[in-house]
């Protein structure tokens, strides 16, 4: 049981050397694409909340 934890984590570490992480300059960049896609994803589906709302209250009401 011991054999293959052990193993396990050293096949671990040598799949960690090959991961190319990335450096500062592109986490930062990636993560302002996330939060404006975010921003831009929530302003589209509030926008749609509004209108089928706005259209639900004109008919139903």
């Not at 040598?14 to 990636?30: A, G, H, I, S």
């Not at 896609?37 to 929530?42: C, D, E, Q, V």
Request: glycine share 2%.
């Amino acid at each position: 049981m011991f054999d293959k934890v052990i193993t396990f984590l050293k096949e671990v570490r040598l799949e960690m050397k090959k991961v190319n992480w990335p450096n500062r300059r592109e986490t930062v960049k990636y993560t302002l694409i996330v939060i404006a896609a975010s921003f831009a994803l929530a302003a589209f589906l509030g926008a749609l909340d509004f209108i089928f709302t706005t259209l639900l209250n004109k008919f139903i009401l």
